[in-house]
């Protein structure tokens, strides 16, 4: 089940809002984490046990922690750690890379038989999130969940469980325990699931819809791979961004104040900012427990670039099972180590448009490596954007059919948008009614032509199954 289905519309969230708004407080969590759990088997019957398993075992794992720190056992702590990290690695890498490896073994001679894992839905996103926890313990940071049920809803909550942001469960541990249900918290969060979901069902899914025609062509022109790309460049955003914003509206609903994922990164004027702006829960869960453990930035240039090396390999695979996803990493480790290292002070001296553009190219040729599943993919997509006809008909016809949608795409991925808004809002600040009554019919204008997409079209993609 996805946020963007009639489904889950009109069918679970309705259902579990309900519940939810006349549960006692008390029992809030538990309803919580089954609505959560059933959530999940909608999609993954068999997985779930992978779910419930990753969850008691860092639960556990937690207490043990706590109680040897405790008791001044820091070896025992450290042990117990270790296997954690160990665990949950594990787990994720039989999942998700066991049949790359043994597929790339094969190819050196080996006769190995695939495991055929089907990739369990979201364990990416609960695998770092439950990692956290443990290593946070271990540090001091929080204390020790001893109400699993409590434990169970951070890890399985279904507004964040398959799609981010990744949740720290220093973000959210007073909220496990101790939260309300604030009319205020309610509507900010309907408005900005909303806002997600427009993003999402109008605006990524027209893009997507494009850039797959285009992908699919045998014989591409130069404009119309550019074109492609582009598409895929804003569908990629929006469907990002449109989740992320769905988890956090949603999150607010029921009581939770989830972490920011997304800044409007297209705005950005360096490759280094861009990264501050996109996906930002991943950007900081690599940088507090990879880069910084490993010396960060305090260990001098060689040892630096090491550091930012294996974060961004790590950055790369974590994104996709590829020979390309790990490019694509390795591919932004070369242009952040050039910012830092070589060009980043003249980079700033240059007029902020042409760092913008510049900024801007680097990352279509990034999302160029990401879209493609195979190197011989990327390779053929880049010399379509480089090489062949120019124009076609064809062309003509697409780039007239779309030119108002690249229009949009390109002004609703600024904030621009949400400038106009506000001053809209401070404009009838005096008239409350008035504000309300606006921003209502907008909602309902947006929730409208959503449900009114969904019925018509059936390209309605879950970007995250390779995660």
Not at 14 to 31: E, H, T
Not at 149 to 176: C, H, S, W
Not at 190 to 196: A, E, K, M, S, W
């Amino acid at each position: 089940m996805v946020f963007s289905s009639l489904t889950f519309l009109f069918l679970f969230l309705p259902a579990v809002l309900i519940l939810y708004l006349v549960c006692p407080a008390k029992l809030r969590n538990c309803l919580l984490l089954i609505a959560s759990l059933f959530f999940y088997a909608w999609g993954e019957r068999l997985y779930v046990a992978i779910l419930l398993f990753s969850t008691i075992f860092d639960y556990i794992n937690g207490s043990l922690i706590g109680c040897f720190r405790a008791n001044g056992r820091e070896g025992a702590a450290k042990a117990v750690l270790w296997i954690s990290v160990a665990g949950n690695l594990g787990i994720l890498c039989l999942f998700k890379y066991s049949d790359f490896v043994i597929t790339n073994l094969n190819r050196t001679g080996f006769s190995l038989p695939l495991l055929g894992l089907a990739l369990p839905i979201g364990i990416s996103f609960y695998t770092f999130q439950t990692m956290s926890y443990t290593i946070d313990v271990y540090r001091g940071q929080v204390e020790v969940q001893k109400n699993i049920i409590a434990f169970g809803t951070y890890v399985t909550m279904f507004p964040q469980l398959i799609a981010g942001p990744i949740v720290r469960y220093k973000t959210v541990e007073q909220e496990m325990n101790s939260r309300g249900v604030r009319l205020t918290d309610c509507a900010y969060g309907v408005q900005r699931f909303l806002i997600g979901l427009a993003k999402k069902v109008l605006l990524a899914n027209a893009a997507g819809a494009v850039y797959e025609e285009i992908a699919a062509m045998g014989n591409r022109t130069v404009v119309l791979a550019w074109l492609g790309a582009l598409m895929y460049f804003f569908q990629i955003y929006f469907d990002f961004s449109g989740y992320s914003d769905m988890a956090i509206g949603l999150g607010r609903i029921f009581g939770f104040h989830f972490p920011e994922n997304f800044n409007y990164p297209y705005m950005a004027k360096s490759i280094t900012e861009f990264w501050r702006r996109w996906h930002i829960t991943l950007g900081t869960w690599f940088r507090e427990y990879v880069y910084i453990p490993l010396g960060g930035n305090r260990c001098g240039k060689v040892r630096q670039i090491r550091n930012l090396l294996i974060v961004w390999a790590l950055t790369g695979i974590w994104h996709g099972v590829a020979w390309n996803f790990l490019l694509w990493g390795l591919y932004f480790f070369v242009l952040l180590a050039l910012e830092k290292f070589a060009y980043g002070k003249t980079l700033a001296r240059v007029p902020a448009a042409l760092t913008h553009v510049y900024a801007l190219f680097f990352v279509l040729m990034g999302w160029v490596l990401f879209s493609n599943d195979s190197l011989s993919a990327v390779g053929s997509y880049l010399e379509s954007m480089f090489s062949g006809d120019v124009w076609s008909a064809g062309t003509g016809y697409l780039l007239l059919s779309n030119w108002l949608l690249v229009i949009i795409l390109a002004i609703g991925s600024t904030d621009l948008p949400k400038r106009i808004a506000y001053r809209l809002m401070d404009a009838l600040g005096q008239m409350p009614v008035l504000r309300a009554l606006v921003r209502d019919v907008v909602g309902l204008l947006l929730f409208g032509l959503c449900v009114a997409a969904l019925l018509r079209d059936s390209y309605n993609p879950f970007l995250y199954f390779r995660f």
